[in-house]
């Protein structure tokens, strides 16, 4: 018999077999994106409030069947599946009440009869979801509880799985993601808060990126006047890429694998290699217009700015923790990151670029957290009561990024920064006007220390097995439609064809490529409004 952890996270998810007996990992199936259109959690709850709660939990529930088929194991040999995740994450998968994730105003949840929605631990059986999807036998669901409705097991993982919990001075951590989930910790009170921050901090979102997997760039480093890539091998470990000259492209030494693609750690070292090397002397300009990282891999101005985006949001919204909390510069003494990011970005570059604390005396990097509680209670189910107690001890007050004036302010300072190029120096005005104390400049260095050499450190002695397709679709009925493919040729990712039936025509978008809200021009185009999002259904799996 075997038991299964599974992180939904936003950028895509990740899950592992596991021998309960043994507590042996046996392998490790990783999807290339989440199976929602959109570039965000945000996108995601969007789209299941716009075309409806049923679709997404059916787009999910496929997804994680092609992930069990690829374990290739009889899936009634399967006793546990634990899964863990943001709230929103987990209540689509579980087909639950998301309305007072996607409205904050009180008023709004009393008008609508949400509130106090509770997301406590359960276990139930596969059959209250997979049932025509699979046949799971008796196999159980473990759902880890949230502490408060807008935080989820995602950010009780990041806060147990690190030493934040058990520390003393004031601290940090950060689950680095699509959406980054944070907390700050002073004495017994903590204060939690997510940004999200947008599909560039995990390598999606630009033409070159990707997850953390084989043959991604996960980070650069300057030798002489040459750039060295670091590039991840079949079992995701770091080894020496090409010799390149960034400008033009040239391969001056060939390295030992070929890269495919650059993961979001790659872009936070390109970025800061880029500034520190005096390559990009003004935001977002390059040479050329771009960075040159290989065949088919490179970073443009407008990858910058989106970049920046991404990073802006998270240190807007970890000062705005700080300010929150009380807290001078000086005074904080750790910052955790963990998840992907966590694993693979050099501490230092991260901290120079300003996408982890640079003020943090220091830095401490995990792995997935996420997956690590899943592990743990699919290995253990009788330790969720332990984790449910541990969760209610966790008092914890949420700050809404939504809301938050600081944040606000903040992120207008950063939006100027990475997308006007503004100087630091009118930077720093800019935040004094708001009342808020300068980020401060020519720190040294922070002690780094790495605990973990993979995001998942043991993806088993059968490896890693990525889905690069999940092959789920949407398909709506195009009324009006006259067949003039604008929606198909505006579409930045190729996720929407048209088909001509009788009577009408219909739309096919693919669900992994589709960006949901956060793009929308195939809506936009089409000049006889024919394109519906509001009325997909999940019609052909593959």
Not at 100 to 113: E, F, P, R, S, W
Not at 152 to 175: H, I, R, S, W, Y
Not at 459 to 471: F, R, T
Request: aromatic share 6%; charged share 25%.
């Amino acid at each position: 018999m075997y038991v299964i952890a599974l992180d939904l996270g936003t950028s895509g998810f990740r899950a592992q077999l596991l021998d309960p007996k043994t507590n042996e990992t046996i392998k490790t199936v990783i999807t290339m994106g989440h199976p929602l259109p959109g570039g965000n959690v945000i996108d995601h709850l969007e789209f299941a409030i716009v075309t409806g709660e049923d679709v997404a939990n059916e787009v999910m529930l496929q997804t994680v069947k092609k992930m069990l088929n690829a374990f290739g194991v009889d899936p009634k040999e399967i006793d546990y599946i634990s899964i863990c995740g943001n709230p929103i994450q987990l209540s689509l998968f579980q087909n639950i009440e998301i309305r007072d994730l996607a409205y904050a105003g009180k008023t709004k949840q009393k008008a609508l009869g949400i509130e106090n929605v509770m997301r406590d631990a359960r276990i139930f059986p596969t059959k209250e979801l997979f049932d025509g999807i699979c046949d799971l036998g008796d196999c159980q669901i473990i759902v880890p509880p949230a502490i408060q409705h807008e935080i989820g097991a995602d950010a009780l993982a990041m806060m147990t799985e690190t030493d934040f919990n058990v520390q003393t001075k004031p601290c940090m951590v950060t689950d680095y993601g699509t959406n980054a989930e944070m907390a700050i910790k002073v004495g017994d009170k903590i204060i939690t808060a997510s940004a999200a921050a947008g599909p560039a901090i995990e390598g999606q979102g630009i033409p070159c990126g990707m997850l953390a997997s084989p043959g991604a760039i996960s980070d650069v480093n300057l030798e002489g006047n040459y750039w060295r890539l670091t590039v991840l091998d079949e079992k995701m470990q770091s080894s020496i890429g090409d010799l390149i000259n960034p400008v033009t492209g040239e391969i001056i030494e060939k390295g030992a694998i070929r890269p495919i693609g650059i993961t979001g750690t790659g872009v936070i070292s390109c970025m800061s290699v880029a500034l520190k090397s005096k390559l990009m002397t003004k935001i977002p300009k390059l040479p050329n217009g771009k960075i040159i990282l290989g065949k088919d891999i490179e970073i443009t101005e407008k990858d910058v700015v989106e970049i920046g985006k991404a990073i802006g949001a998270i240190r807007a919204a970890q000062l705005t923790l700080m300010k929150a909390a009380g807290l001078g510069y000086d005074q904080l003494e750790y910052a955790y990151i963990s998840g992907a990011t966590g694993t693979y970005v050099d501490g230092k570059k991260a901290a120079y670029l300003g996408s982890v604390p640079n003020y943090a005396k220091n830095i401490i990097q995990f792995g997935n957290t996420s997956i690590g509680l899943a592990r743990k209670l699919a290995i253990h189910p009788e330790r969720l009561d332990e984790v449910s107690k541990m969760a209610k001890k966790i008092t914890a007050d949420h700050l809404m990024m939504a809301t938050s004036q600081t944040f606000k302010d903040i992120y207008i300072c950063e939006l100027s920064y990475w997308e006007q190029g503004m100087p630091m120096e009118m930077f720093d005005e800019m935040l004094k006007a708001f009342k808020i104390e300068p980020f401060p400049h020519n720190l040294p260095d922070p002690n780094v220390e790495r605990r973990v050499v993979r995001d998942i450190d043991n993806v088993g002695k059968e490896g890693i097995q990525m889905v690069e397709h999940i092959g789920v679709y949407l398909t709506a009925p195009a009324y009006g439609c006259i067949f003039c493919h604008k929606c198909e040729k505006i579409c930045p990712e190729n996720a929407i064809v048209v088909e001509k039936r009788d009577p009408d025509n219909y739309i096919i978008i693919d669900s992994q490529k589709c960006l949901g809200s956060s793009c929308k021009r195939c809506i936009a185009g089409c000049p006889k409004n024919a394109v519906n999002h509001s009325i997909l259904k999940v019609v052909r799996k593959e």
